[in-house]
């Protein structure tokens, strides 16, 4: 179920350079699935009409809260940012399909690379309330831009990548996915940047199933505007579109048409 809201902010601080923590009122009567997104209006006027889709990262149920976690980037963005503590944020949400879960699992790879760490949060949670080993893989482009590490700690083990190697192993996600450690798993979640996407899918083809969370710009968040489609494999082969606000963001891994 879908609503549109005002919601009061609780909490909103810096976590790194550029990378805020929002958590906002969350409504009693909906349900969340990790990997769906909220879209978010920055301003009440005109200006910057165009909600901002932010990922899910945690349900706070001790406090009825909602946590995103964003980039400082754009105009938008730096609008959000100056919001305070108690001001209140128009919210449509959850939109979008999330992760899904399957009972049968007992070790899921969790994939994060940069902004696309924040929905691992809850779906870390979500699955070891399961029973559900969670092995957690990050990369950023260096430390200070790292996010949520010690909240996915948590979960389970956590592996480090960075680009200029501050934090961790300096290479890439893919570096960690070593052949003993796909052979022990029995899923995969992946979200990030395309060049991440496709160097994961690549890897994981043949060896574990999974899902990749696709990042892409959006108009209206719920399908109407065509404004995020991407390219998708379809059941009879052949390469076609589906939109990543609606049909995704979170796809079957076999599903996402690299170019």
């Known amino acids: 179920m879908t609503s549109m ?64 976690a964003y980039r400082v980037g754009g105009k938008g ?11 209140t944020l128009d919210v449509l949400g959850p939109l979008g399909k999330g992760f899904p879960l399957h009972d049968e699992d007992r070790h899921a790879i969790l994939v994060g690379g940069g902004i696309g760490v924040p929905p691992m949060v809850e779906l870390a949670d979500q699955l070891t309330q399961r029973g559900v080993q969670v092995t957690t893989i990050v990369g950023f482009q260096s430390k200070n831009v790292s ?59 043949g060896r574990v199933e999974g899902y990749l969370s696709l990042e892409e710009r959006m108009g209206c968040g719920i399908g109407a505007c065509m404004a995020c489609v991407t390219s998708c494999v379809l059941p009879d082969g052949s390469v076609g579109f589906k939109k990543v606000c609606k049909d995704g963001p979170v796809f079957p891994a076999p599903e996402v048409y690299f170019a």
């Open 77 to 87: 963005t730096k609008l959000l940012a100056a919001k305070n503590v108690g001001d």
């Open 147 to 205: 996010i949520l590490i010690d909240e996915l700690t948590r979960y389970g083990e956590v592996l480090v990548a960075t680009n200029d190697g501050s934090l961790g192993l300096q290479g890439f996600v893919t570096d960690y996915m070593t052949d003993e450690l796909l052979a022990s798993a029995d899923r995969f979640y992946a979200c990030g940047p395309t060049p991440m996407l496709r160097a994961v899918q690549a890897r994981m083809t």
């Open 5 to 68: 809201a005002r919601l009061t902010i609780l909490e909103h601080r810096e976590i790194a350079d550029n990378m805020r923590w929002l958590a906002f009122e969350a409504p009693h009567d909906l349900q969340y699935e990790p990997g769906q997104f909220l879209h978010i209006r920055v301003t009440d006027g005109v200006d910057h009409l165009l909600r901002r889709p932010i990922s899910l990262c945690r349900v706070d149920g001790g406090r009825n809260a909602l946590v995103v």
